[in-house]
């Protein structure tokens, strides 16, 4: 039995499915020079042999074990290049059924499941999610929110953990699983050293990379909200009036919001204010306080929370680090 399976399912990103192999192949040679024990791991499918991931690259992997016994291994499924709808018409397929009840089987037995990206698309499927907290891309968030009602969908996490199962973001968010996946099951002074090694880093929140233009793509009704919220700061109205602009309740309006979004009305808000912010940190000379006021704080203390909460930095440090990056 191995701490990691690595189940490799068609289709998958290349990227995901190599991040999974460099850094648990770094943790066993970082283990050794340690002189602690080194995480056991494998490429695994349903049948075993080679698995076609996109465009036209393919990994070998290894049969998937039966699951007869108890376990303490971490599946993990690397993010798939696949939309829900795709997801969701494999999953009912022989081969799609098949991986649901491995999964299940994987929980009952006592181990873990993990996913990434659309891959989390898959627990859904099998029934995992339900009662639980998950995060996915912050984009498939409102598709993930409407196929689970009974999901809590917390798009803002980059690595969200209930129980058994854990989740992550967007596709190279895999790192951040991979790493969260390694420093609790082998310690965090070797997940903290592949980190370095590879020149990763922890990252706790999707927030500071979500463009709220992309959210409401295709949603009428919260396209205009979100213009009229860009268009008014940093005067942003109530709430209650932008409401009744929109010629909506404010419940309605909020329910619009959600499911488009995956946040609140205050959480759209509070998106738009930051990524105004987030602009004229990377792009302009004005100070802290003069990008306060003009995305709506009277002093700069509020954007300075809102910035550690999403971003895990305040804005000075942002700056410093959009700037060596620059």
Known sequence: MKDFEILVIDGAYPSSVAMSRDILDAAVQVATKMGIAAPTWGLYSLAGGRVPLRDGISVETRALPPRRQASRSVCVIPGLGADPQAIAARMV???GRAVARRLVAQIARGGQVAASCSAVFVLQAAGLLDGRRATTTWWLAPALAERAPACTVDAARMVCVDGPVTTAGA???????MLHLLRERCGPALSETVARLLLLEHRQSQSPFVVPEVLVSGHALVARLTARLEKSLPLIPPISQLARELCVSEKTLGRHVRRATGKS???LVRSV??????TLLENSRMTIEQIAAEVGYRDATALRRLMRKTAGASPRQFRAITTVDG
């Not at 596709?171 to 699983?177: I, S």
């Not at 204010?273 to 987030?278: H, M």
């Open 265 to 267: 009305t205050g959480g």
């Open 273 to 278: 204010k930051l990524r105004r912010a987030r």
């Open 171 to 177: 596709a190279f968010a895999h790192a951040d699983l």
């Open 93 to 95: 397929l022989p081969e």
